[in-house]
């Protein structure tokens, strides 16, 4: 698992080609998988595969000028009928994006996580698009496709960025 944590990065740059059912399942299952605050699981996901719909997304999100070129995208977001915080919400969000951008290195595939919580713009946008309920909060965006080329591991560990007991 230290090697998929290693090798993992925020790919901008796919070749053409679609991402197969069987793989992004695997995306979806991983991310299922994350730990919740009260195990309450609040994510929900929008797979987002039709092309039409990946080219209206840079419309509204600035940063997000790969995913019309991404074999699919993934909208995670929170269920407020689930978990009403959302504080907790993001972070249960944030741990399933994590299981699945793991996922997506050991699958061959690259992938970019794009914030869209909490900017108004990026949310009112994805809410529009993909037509969410009141009770569905847009967190991120996972851009995912098969990798222009390969990152590297990089071993990011710093010892100075430990303190133990007291700072």
Same mark, same amino acid.
């Given at each position: 698992?230290?090697?998929?944590?290693?090798?993992?990065?925020?790919?901008?740059?796919?070749?053409?080609?679609?991402?197969?059912?069987?793989?992004?399942?695997?995306?979806?299952?991983?991310?299922?998988?994350?730990?919740?605050?009260?195990? !309450?699981?609040?994510?929900?996901?929008?797979?987002?595969?039709?092309?039409? =719909?990946?080219?209206?997304?840079?419309?509204?999100?600035?940063?997000?000028?790969?995913?019309?070129?991404?074999?699919?995208?993934?909208?995670? !977001?929170?269920?407020?009928? =689930?978990?009403?915080?959302?504080?907790?919400?993001?972070?249960? !969000?944030?741990?399933?994006?994590?299981?699945?951008? =793991?996922?997506?290195?050991?699958?061959?595939?690259?992938?970019?996580?794009?914030?869209?919580?909490?900017?108004?713009?990026?949310?009112?946008?994805?809410?529009? =698009?993909?037509?969410?309920?009141?009770?569905?909060?847009?967190?991120?965006?996972?851009?995912?496709?098969?990798?222009?080329?390969?990152?590297?591991?990089?071993?990011?560990?710093?010892?100075?960025?430990?303190?133990?007991? !007291?700072?």
């Amino acid at each position: 698992m230290l090697n998929e944590i290693k090798t993992r990065r925020s790919v901008r740059k796919y070749r053409d080609g679609q991402i197969p059912a069987e793989k992004l399942e695997s995306l979806l299952r991983a991310a299922m998988q994350a730990p919740s605050a009260r195990n !309450c699981q609040p994510w929900e996901f929008v797979v987002i595969t039709q092309r039409a =719909l990946l080219n209206r997304i840079p419309e509204f999100h600035p940063y997000s000028k790969m995913v019309p070129n991404a074999g699919a995208a993934i909208l995670v !977001c929170g269920n407020t009928r =689930l978990q009403s915080e959302t504080g907790y919400i993001v972070q249960d !969000c944030s741990a399933a994006v994590q299981n699945l951008l =793991l996922e997506a290195v050991r699958q061959n595939l690259g992938a970019v996580w794009l914030g869209v919580y909490p900017r108004e713009e990026r949310m009112k946008g994805m809410i529009e =698009l993909f037509d969410l309920p009141d009770h569905i909060i847009p967190v991120a965006l996972i851009s995912i496709g098969v990798p222009a080329e390969v990152p590297k591991p990089e071993d990011r560990f710093r010892t100075e960025k430990i303190h133990f007991d !007291c700072w």
